[in-house]
Each structure stands twice: as C-alpha cells, then as structure tokens.
C-alpha cells in the first residue's frame, strides 16, 4: 500500500527568535516555542476548528514560534483514497505559511498512534496542543479511539500537554433518546480522561462551569473572528429606509429564529422601513425552502452562497444585524459569532434556554440585541474592535510559557 505523503515544500527550520514578529507581543525564551497543533479536519472554509487552528498556528508563527498542525482524522479533500491516507502540505493565514499533515479519517488507529508517536519524537516540541470537539475525531462523537492514541503517546516527551474545549457532550434535550443520553454520558467521560492535560482553555463561560464541575479547572480564551477584516468601514449604514440582516455559515431551519426575524420585520414596517435578509453561505435545499416559504412576502431574501474570505469581509460590513441559531449562551463558541463583532455587526441570537450571553468579553456582549429596538441604541460600531487574533494568540502563548 502507497501511504506516501503529497509533499507541496521544503521543511521549514525550527525558528530561534527573541522577540514577536508582526506586530505580536508574547516574548518568547532564547529558543523558539515549538508546538504541534492536533485537530480534526484542515479542509480550508469547511470546518470551523481547522480553520481556527490555522490561524492561531500562523499567529503563534508570528508571534515567534514553530507551529504545525496534524488533522487526525480529516475527510474532505478528493485526494484521499484508498492507497493515500496522508496528505502534507501548507496551508496560509495572512500570507504566514504553517506545516500540515492531514490523515484521512477512516484510516486505522493503528497506524495513526504510531505515526503520532513518529512526529512527536521528530518534532520534539514543547507544547502539544489539542482542539478539541468530540465529533471531530469519531463521526457519532465518541472519539475512543482518539483517546487511546493520546493515552500511548503521553510519555513520549517532557512536552506540555493543553487542550482548547471547543464543545464538551451533548447538553439536556427535550424528548432526548435513550441513545443520546448514552452519548452523553460517554462524551463527558471522554472529557474526564482528558485531564491529563494541564493546561486547559475553553470559550465559553458554560463549558468553564461544567469542566469545573470535573474538577477541570479551565481559563478562558475568547475567539476570534476566522475572516479577517479587510473590507473598508461602513458608517451609519443602519440609518436608510432599508435595513440589512443577514446569516453566515449558520443557517438551518429554526421556528424560533423564524418567528423573531418576522417580530422584527413586523417592528421595522410600523416605521416604513424594508427588510432584507441575506443567507451566505451553504444553503441546502430543505432550509432555503423553509426560509423562503416563511420570509417571502414579508421580506426581500437574498441567498448568496459560497463567498471568498474577502467577499464575506465585505458581506458582514454590509449588515445592520447578524443572525446566528447558536443558541445564545454558548454564543462565545461560534466563529461566525465571532466574524460578525469583530466586523463591528451587532448580533441577534434568537435560540435561548435563559438570558445568560454565552461570551467572557463584556466589550463583545455589548453587540448582542434582543429586539428591533435594541438596534437602533445599538448602531453598528465598526473600527472599534482590536486586532482580536493577535491578542487572543498573545494570551494563549503567555499562558504556555506560565
């Protein structure tokens, strides 16, 4: 069997450096901080944890370190088959290249540990990090076999072990199955083995709560946007006689988002003002049909499809509001949450089991209404927002080397 890697570079040297590049703050040691990044998938615009863990990989490389990445049980690229398990190559955020391996997911676990256990040896880094999401490593969200793996791979080196608790286990449900509790349960225990890890972040408040819950003590790290900001600003755009919203990503039939979309349109028509709600994105059948069956007529509905980054930069500073089906305390996991305030966008999050706004940042919580209302006290406040990347990248290598 040819398991040999497609290969798109030179290896790039291990970096000694003193200091941050472009524009970073972290001071690393005398040696450059070395450390490999474990997700699941790197298809670029395809999973939100791959797409930010590259980005934090190349903010860590501009920052002054070595950073790779393995997606461990990746899915989506045509390349794979069944005589190529293994793809690397680079992949780029803002032009800053970062080393990636990419292994097809329903590849053995067999021949997964001990090619983690090769890299690690060869890489010999400092930290090694874990993105964490239980459906990214197993399709049903029980990732045991990912489990195993990191359980043979721990004493390999002295090397730091974190993990980034993107999502935990399936939360309470009404009418939930007999299977999902199950999984449930299965999912948290997976999360209790994980405390081997000493280093452990999440971005949610909720998620800090339940891990402590484990005796996991987590710190927070807010995310930032996977679409960097590079359309120009628009002012006072909220003011015209037609008002913008709109979805990213995010999209799925929901009666709740439906029926506060329309609660809004019925408060913009008392004062004359047009809506025009804007999909972008993947959009299957099914939800375009639901959103247009129950939003025509009251409501232009623009389906725009897939965007470059560029375009969707452009798209979100379009937008008078943003509308997400996240539902809002666990807002603070959405990178499309994220794209619409760093964007300057306020955000509308519908979906809510109580009033609790599921972000650490009180700043961020400032862009999230309830009502038409709401809007027009809130005005969209683009330009305002840091360079969320660099400061989210500086905490998360201060944090390492602490």
């Not at 037609?242 to 929901?254: D, E």
């Not at 408060?267 to 059948?285: C, I, P, Q």
């Not at 509001?321 to 990178?335: A, D, E, M, N, Y």
């Not at 964007?343 to 940042?361: D, K, M, Q, S, V």
């Amino acid at each position: 069997m040819n398991s040999g890697p497609v290969k798109s570079g030179p290896v790039i040297p291990r970096p000694v450096n003193s200091g941050p590049v472009q524009g970073g703050s972290y001071q690393s040691s005398e040696a450059a901080l070395k450390i490999v990044f474990l997700c699941g998938s790197l298809e670029p615009g395809r999973d939100g944890v791959g797409d930010y863990t590259r980005r934090l990989a190349a903010e860590c490389i501009r920052q002054g370190c070595d950073a790779s990445i393995l997606a461990i049980c990746d899915r989506e690229d045509a390349r794979f088959n069944p005589d190529q398990w293994q793809i690397e190559e680079y992949q780029s955020d803002q032009e800053t290249p970062v080393r990636c391996k990419r292994w097809r997911r329903n590849h053995n676990w067999a021949v997964k540990t001990k090619g983690l256990a090769e890299i690690l040896r060869e890489e010999s880094p400092d930290v090694v990090s874990i993105q964490f999401v239980p459906y990214s490593f197993n399709a049903r969200g029980v990732p045991f076999g990912f489990l195993r793996c990191l359980s043979k791979c721990r004493d390999i080196g002295r090397f730091q072990w974190h993990v980034m608790f993107h999502e935990l286990w399936i939360g309470p449900q009404k009418k939930r199955p007999l299977s999902g509790w199950v999984i449930s349960r299965l999912q948290r225990e997976i999360v209790r083995r994980l405390q081997f890890c000493k280093i452990v972040h999440t971005h949610v408040p909720r998620y800090k709560e339940s891990l402590e819950g484990l005796g996991i003590r987590a710190n927070p790290l807010s995310l930032f946007s996977n679409i960097p900001c590079t359309a120009p600003v628009v002012e006072n755009h909220s003011s015209g006689e037609v008002l913008n919203i709109g979805f990213f990503s995010q999209q799925r039939p929901n009666d709740d988002v439906r029926d506060w979309i329309l609660d809004f349109i019925a408060a913009a028509t008392l004062e004359d003002r047009k809506v025009r709600v804007h999909f972008a994105g993947a959009l299957n059948r099914v939800s375009e049909s639901y959103w247009k069956k129950h939003l025509g007529g009251k409501a232009d509905v623009v389906v725009r499809g897939w965007m470059s980054p560029d375009q969707i930069s452009t798209y979100l500073r379009s937008l008078d509001l943003g509308i997400t089906t996240v539902p809002r305390q666990l807002i603070g996991k959405s990178g499309t949450v994220a794209a619409f305030i760093e964007h300057g966008t306020p955000i509308a999050a519908p979906c809510r089991a109580n009033a609790c706004i599921g972000l650490f940042c009180d700043r961020d919580k400032q862009f999230v209404v309830d009502r038409y209302s709401d809007l027009k006290k809130t005005p969209p406040t683009v330009g305002l927002q840091p360079a969320k990347l660099v400061s989210v990248g500086n905490a998360f290598l201060s944090s390492l080397s602490s």
